[in-house]
């Protein structure tokens, strides 16, 4: 069984068109989409088209939330402010109605019990959380409380725009009584020599099922299509291939993917469709974002944070004084594609 598992396109038509060349030469047995299929990037509605046109598995991530959830009690706290808000005012008022009843009726979390395979769970963030993420370099402590209550050993998550692959144990403590503070977690990243010693008998081994008492995850996040966080321009997702317990850990083996796309006519529709001018700050950061595939907007609010500036009183001026004291509006300037074209 070979399972393709894509997550947050956010509207980049071209990167999803480059990953759907890939499926068709990979040919995977099904498909699962683990959410955020819309915004920002300017080409929601033909991205939803393209998406029901299709048989796969789908769910709803944190920004189909966003435009569902708008108007009503439940939407983020100042998403009336269209400064703060812009990018979510202008996809509102584009979404067809039956777009929007068909991301309504999508659900948020979902198990795949494919024939002889073990099972798996599906969530944009963990259940019931959508907005949970995990990296690879995150420490087992942090993931651990996270996932605890999902029985499925196999987790797909994703929202962090990150790849992971990540084998997670929790280990019971021979005597809770004698150390109370004992964690009994660690995790395990492929290699067998980095097993640390633990205190069971039989401790576990790779070649089979964990023996040692307590509990395994295998977690995943195939990474974003259309908006990379770890530096690599190319649209991400992953396979998944159904192997025996000797070979992996709960059954299940990832091979991260990458589609090399043209990022320029994503680019493009940001000015095209009026995103930028509607969007304001925020629609810049998520532009910045599909040039540099680093995390522009949890840089700029950290910076925020750390220099006394309130985004949420005046995000205009904040924005301002970032760029006067980092650059950061120069060195992306200095990395973009359309940049690089118009110079030429």
Not at 2 to 21: E, Y
Not at 121 to 135: C, I, L, Q, S
Not at 214 to 241: C, K, T, V, Y
């Amino acid at each position: 069984m070979r399972l393709a598992v894509l997550a947050d396109i956010h509207g980049n038509l071209p990167a999803l068109q480059a990953v759907q060349a890939e499926l068709e030469r990979l040919q995977p047995d099904y498909v699962v989409l683990d959410g955020d299929m819309i915004n920002p990037i300017p080409y929601n509605c033909s991205v939803i088209e393209t998406v029901r046109a299709s048989d796969w598995a789908v769910i709803r991530g944190n920004h189909e939330f966003y435009l569902l959830d708008f108007g009503t009690k439940r939407a983020p706290k100042g998403a009336e402010n269209s400064e703060r808000w812009g990018s979510l005012h202008w996809l509102v008022k584009r979404i067809r109605a039956d777009q929007a009843n068909y991301l309504a009726a999508l659900p948020d979390e979902r198990t795949l019990c494919f024939p002889g395979t073990q099972p798996i769970r599906v969530a944009h963030g963990v259940p019931g959380r959508n907005r949970v993420g995990f990296y690879q370099t995150m420490s087992g402590e942090k993931i651990l409380p996270e996932i605890d209550t999902v029985q499925e050993r196999t987790i797909i998550s994703a929202h962090t725009h990150v790849q992971v692959d990540r084998h997670l144990f929790k280990l019971a403590s021979v005597d809770p009584l004698t150390d109370p503070h004992e964690s009994g977690a660690y995790d395990y990243d492929g290699n067998v020599e980095s097993l640390p010693e633990t205190k069971s008998e039989e401790p576990f081994h790779f070649g089979g099922e964990c023996r040692a008492p307590g509990r395994h995850w295998h977690l995943m996040n195939p990474g974003s299509i259309g908006l990379p966080l770890n530096g690599d321009h190319a649209a991400q997702f992953a396979l998944m291939e159904s192997v025996p317990e000797s070979e992996e850990l709960g059954g299940w083996k990832v091979l991260h993917q990458r589609a090399p796309y043209d990022r320029r006519p994503a680019l493009e529709a940001f000015f095209t469709e009026g995103l930028l001018e509607a969007g304001g700050v925020i629609a810049q950061l998520f532009y910045w974002e599909l040039v540099t595939a680093k995390p522009e907007i949890i840089s700029y609010f950290r910076w925020c944070r750390a220099n006394g500036q309130d985004p949420d009183a005046d995000i205009r001026r904040a924005f301002a004084a970032y760029n006067d004291a980092t650059g950061r509006d120069r060195y992306v300037s200095e990395r973009d594609p359309l940049r690089a074209t118009q110079s030429t």
